[in-house]
């Protein structure tokens, strides 16, 4: 059974930075993509980064490209995401996901709290 777990959230001010993490278990990841998304109050969830696990290939939000940045340990079945310069906007609830590539994420965290203060 696939398990997906984040920590790193916390309270920042506005321009600071957090490092998120998703730690994945359960089964080999070689295929598949690990994906962020974020949910704020009121809002629909949204994309903000995802890394294929097999090649490293990413993809970023307009929103968050060149402050965020995805990154994956292979050895730590474990997947980042930096957050810089951080703005009260992204402030919300951030979600890993896990899927196939080119398929949907099928494997959801129980996602973890980051609030920009400003």
């Known amino acids: 059974q696939v398990q997906l777990v984040e920590s790193g959230g916390g309270l920042v001010q506005a321009g600071g930075s957090l490092r998120l993490s998703c730690a994945a278990s359960?089964?080999?990841?070689?295929?598949?993509?690990m994906g962020w998304f974020r949910q704020a109050p009121g809002k629909e969830r949204e994309f903000v980064a995802a890394?294929?696990?097999?090649?490293?290939?990413?993809a970023y939000a307009d929103s968050v490209k060149g402050r965020f940045s995805i990154s994956r340990d292979n050895a730590k079945n474990t997947v980042y995401l930096q957050t810089n310069s951080l703005k009260p906007e992204d402030t919300a609830v951030y979600y890993c996901a896990l899927g196939e590539a080119g398929k949907r994420y099928d494997y959801w965290g129980q996602g973890t709290q980051v609030t920009v203060s400003s």
């Open positions: 890394i294929n696990w097999s090649n490293g290939n990413t």
């Open positions: 359960g089964r080999t990841f070689s295929s598949y993509v």
